[in-house]
Nanobody
């Protein structure tokens, strides 16, 4: 129901835009989030957008160099990342929930995409 795409190989300092497309229009009113998981590490929060409040949330390590946004239909969420670093290398997952009580907590989301691999070379 959630399809993440846009991952790939990027050089340090470069930019990348990830997309998360929802298969159903229902998701247009859902809160959406991005998480990532690096090899050997736990899944961590990256960014989120709340449908009800319009607020966006960012992890400290991407604040100022990432933007989360939605298309006009609300069924595709983007994560644009700039000034990428090798430590950004991870599988990036998108997630959705009708109301994510804690946008930065993975347990708040019921729906998950399959993940897209981002590799940042130094």
């Amino acid at each position: 129901q959630l399809q993440a795409s846009g991952g790939g190989l990027v050089q340090a300092g470069g930019s990348l835009r990830l997309s998360c497309e929802a298969s159903e229009r229902t998701f247009s009113t859902y809160d959406m989030g991005w998480f990532r998981q690096a090899p050997g590490k736990e899944r961590e929060f990256v960014a989120a957008t709340s449908w009800s409040s319009g607020q966006t949330y960012y992890a400290d390590f991407v604040k100022g160099r990432s933007t989360i946004s939605r298309d006009n239909a609300g069924t595709t969420v983007y994560l644009e990342m700039k000034s990428m670093k090798p430590e950004d290398t991870a599988v990036y997952y998108c997630a959705a929930d009708l109301r994510a009580r804690r946008p930065d907590y993975s347990g708040s989301y019921d729906y998950w995409g399959q993940g897209t691999l981002v590799t940042v070379s130094s």
